[in-house]
């Protein structure tokens, strides 16, 4: 294998650990511990100059409950594309609100990007999704409310909130509002 090739191996690697440790909000710190290794080697190879060891990847993956394959998968960069408005998926809630699949990826974990339309007065309750589901919604007009049910936050345009969803959660629209909602669920096992 050239040194070129190992090379980039190694930093796919390292953008792998860096990705599925930001996803769940830990600190290098935090996968330390839970890995059993030392910052400077984690943050070596995040930066795609070690030479991690089998079972330092083992463990890596471990920390994360991912099968060690899952940190060596080649991780391609996607393809430009152009999502149209409106272009994916309709989904329509008794509630009034429309939303629209802009784009949906599920390496390592899932994550799915709608675009919202709630006009006034609509009231969606958003019910708990899996455990460690995380939800950011970015208002782009009018205003709105969303959040868990015990701690709603009102947006303007350009205002955006992330929150758990796997409690019960909401959107209001108190102006008619559009919105773009990103859904990180959590990785599980592949």
Request: aromatic residues 4%; charged residues 25%.
């Amino acid at each position: 294998m050239s040194d070129d090739r190992l090379h980039d191996i190694t930093r796919g690697v390292g953008r792998t650990i860096r990705v599925e440790r930001g996803a769940r909000g830990m600190s290098l710190g935090d996968l330390a511990r839970a890995a059993g290794l030392s910052k400077t080697i984690l943050s070596r190879i995040e930066a795609g100059d070690g030479n991690p060891s089998i079972e330092t990847l083992w463990r890596v993956s471990h920390a994360f409950d991912l099968p060690l394959g899952a940190l060596l998968e080649a991780g391609e960069r996607p393809a430009t594309r152009v999502v149209p408005a409106r272009s994916g998926r309709r989904l329509g809630a008794d509630s009034g609100m429309t939303a629209w699949l802009v784009h949906a990826e599920g390496q390592g974990h899932r994550s799915e990007l709608y675009e919202l339309d709630l006009p006034t007065g609509v009231v969606h309750p958003g019910r708990p999704h899996l455990p460690g589901t995380t939800e950011l919604v970015l208002c782009t007009k009018g205003r709105l409310r969303a959040g868990p049910d015990d701690d709603p936050q009102e947006l303007g345009a350009g205002d955006a909130v992330w929150f758990a969803a796997d409690v019960p959660h909401r959107y209001e629209a108190l102006r008619h509002a559009t919105a773009v909602c990103m859904m990180l669920y959590p990785a599980g096992d592949r």
